[in-house]
T-cell receptor, first 115, second 117 residues
């Protein structure tokens, strides 16, 4: 079945630095990818929708200059958390739409801790 | 606007009990899809079921069953004879316009299920 590989699984970074999270669709082409953030004991909140070759569409309240999304190819989307702060510590998870089976495939998530 | 409501924040049952997780949705779209996902402590989302708005047939998969009722905008999930391994957070989700450029998947708040031995 469709697989989305997300790396890293976890990362600890210092406040003020930037962190890049990658999501790759391994056996299908993902025209559209979604990025979610999940705080402890909360639901998944959609941050942005990225379409290959175009600018991402951010949800209301999400700072596009802080959360940079790049979807340069049909198999790779990246989320860069710039100038990370402790309040950015969260679980980030990506999802890709697989048109071949009409389903969303999720990455395994990245646990970001900013110290 | 689309919205998914899971009113039950936490449910605790004893093993072998049946348990139903409620899900109520709102959408103005006539074509939409409903999903259930399981999220164990590891964090990964495990796909359980997808149902489109034109198919109101109930579905059973082993100990799992789903009841979709458009009249009440509900898509409830029942686990029969629950087991400790069923302990997890369960999310109901809604997506509209699954054609063309695809729709956003909107999640409910989640229900934490604890099955005690």
């Amino acid at each position: 079945g469709a697989v989305v590989s997300q790396h890293p699984s976890w990362v600890i970074c210092k406040s003020g630095t930037s962190v890049k999270i990658e999501c790759r669709s391994l056996d299908f082409q993902a025209t559209t990818m979604f990025w979610y953030r999940q705080f402890p004991k909360q639901s998944l909140m959609l941050m942005a929708t990225s379409n290959e070759g175009s600018k991402a569409t951010y949800e209301q309240g999400v700072e596009k200059d802080k959360f940079l999304i790049n979807h340069a190819s049909l198999t790779l989307s990246t989320l860069t958390v710039t100038s990370a702060h402790p309040e950015d510590s969260s679980f980030y998870i990506c999802s890709a739409w697989d048109s071949s089976n009409y389903g969303y495939t999720f990455g395994s998530g990245t646990r970001l801790t900013v110290v | 606007a689309q919205k998914v409501t899971q009113a039950q924040t936490e449910i605790s049952v004893v093993e072998k009990e049946d348990v139903t997780l409620d899900c109520v949705y709102e959408t103005r779209d006539t074509t939409y899809y409903l999903f259930w996902y399981k999220q164990p402590p590891s964090g990964e989302l495990v796909f359980l079921i997808r149902r489109n708005s034109f198919d109101e047939q109930n579905e059973i998969s082993g100990r799992y069953s789903w009841n979709f009722q458009k009249s009440t905008s509900s898509f409830n999930f029942t686990i029969t004879a629950s087991q400790v391994v069923d302990s997890a957070v369960y999310f109901c989700a809604l997506s509209a316009t699954l054609s063309g450029n695809t729709g956003k998947l909107i999640f409910g708040q989640g229900t934490t299920l604890q099955v005690k031995p």
